[in-house]
């Protein structure tokens, strides 16, 4: 439905990840409210979240995720010539690529508000030359944004600390999402613990260092599945196959049948080495399951350790295994962990809240300038 401030969301990729069931979760809450348009590269469930929602989809030809300074001014270009002919009053944008390359066609064609949500800073997951030209396009950038939003206090001190971001214009809005939409769990009484994990496999991720801690599990009857597609599939296959789990860990691919997945599981794990807020270990939350994860990013700020989930240390698989095996070995402690993580997320992860947090800032920066402001 059209009508109202004109808002312009952009993310790198339409395919499935964080940045992207972001923007999809938002979108609910802006339709009627906003004249939305979502802009994104590729094919993924983002192009079907825009259609569900009753919002414009443009797809983009130029703006990819791999660094190409060719390619990337034509990305530029190809946002300039969007922004102009759209005119929206606030360009709202996602996933570092997008981030940079929207902010800097935002400012030239005029955009009176300019946001950043930082999903995990893009030179803490990346090392060396890569590293330090994120780190630079983000200095660089900050002068033209309006707002950054955070999704976690540690990535708010990470931006303060880089000179990424401004004190005074950054914010922290915890990502959320709703428990009343999870699925019921369906624990199996037959056969062995069920673990899955949920992530793209490509780094920060590392989906190895979770494999070589299943592979440590000897003695240990269990069943994995590791939901997500990515260029370290190969890797992740070999070694897979290496270490003799091909009858344990199942590598399912990207699916659209993540909450069933989810249900039917006993643990939840992601090994990362980077992250923001990951909606992934919200999403388990949220069907009670309890998590092991790399005390990395926000990722303290959801799990507490030892009370709705463990932490370990990223990239250390004998950590990891040793996390996991506790589980295994205890049926009550998943259950108790799984539980109190469900009442931590609907008191404080709760979707609700995201979104008002959201239309709360967009009101008042549309106010400030004196521009049309949507209906409560």
């Excluded at 990502?175 to 999870?182: I, L, M, S």
């Excluded at 992250?275 to 926000?298: H, N, Q």
Aim: proline share 7%; glycine share 10%.
């Amino acid at each position: 439905m059209a009508g109202g401030p004109r808002i312009f969301l952009v993310v790198t990729l339409a395919e499935p990840g964080g940045a992207q069931t972001y923007v999809a979760s938002l979108l609910p809450a802006l339709a009627g409210r906003f004249d939305v348009t979502v802009a994104a590269h590729g094919q993924g469930p983002l192009r079907e979240a825009a259609r569900a929602a009753g919002v414009r989809f443009v797809p983009l030809r130029h703006v990819r995720r791999a660094i190409n300074p060719w390619r990337d001014l034509l990305g530029l270009l190809e946002l300039l010539m969007l922004l102009r002919r759209e005119r929206p009053h606030i360009l709202h944008a996602s996933s570092s690529k997008a981030g940079i390359l929207g902010r800097l066609a935002g400012w030239l064609a005029g955009v009176p508000i300019r946001i950043f949500t930082v999903h995990g800073w893009a030179f803490s997951a990346s090392h060396g030359p890569i590293s330090a030209l994120y780190r630079w396009a983000e200095r660089l950038v900050k002068a033209v944004t309006t707002v950054t939003i955070c999704v976690a206090e540690s990535e708010r001190a990470s931006g303060l600390a880089t000179g990424s971001c401004e004190e005074e214009t950054t914010v922290v809005i915890h990502n959320g999402v709703d428990p009343r939409a999870a699925l019921p769990r369906r624990r199996l009484d037959t056969g062995p613990p069920r673990i899955v994990s949920v992530g793209r496999l490509q780094e920060p991720k590392d989906p190895l260092t979770l494999v070589r801690a299943l592979g440590l599990l000897r003695g240990r009857s269990f069943a994995a599945v590791i939901v997500g597609a990515g260029p370290d599939r190969p890797a992740v296959a070999a070694e897979v196959e290496r270490l003799g789990l091909g009858r344990a860990v199942e590598l399912a691919g990207a699916r659209l049948d993540v909450p069933e997945r989810l249900a039917e599981a006993d643990i939840f794990v992601l090994a990362s080495r980077s992250e923001g807020l990951p909606l992934s270990i919200l999403e388990a939350m949220s069907v009670g399951l309890p998590v092991i994860a790399s005390r990395v990013g926000g990722v303290p700020e959801i799990v507490v350790d030892g009370e709705t989930g463990l932490l370990v240390p990223p990239g250390d698989p004998s950590s990891l295994a040793t996390a996991i095996e506790r589980l295994l070995a205890d049926p009550a402690l998943r259950n108790r962990l799984g539980d109190a993580g469900r009442a931590r997320l609907e008191e404080s992860f709760d979707l609700g809240r995201c979104r008002r947090e959201h239309l709360e800032l967009y009101r008042r920066e549309l106010a400030r300038r004196g521009l049309p402001v949507p209906s409560p």
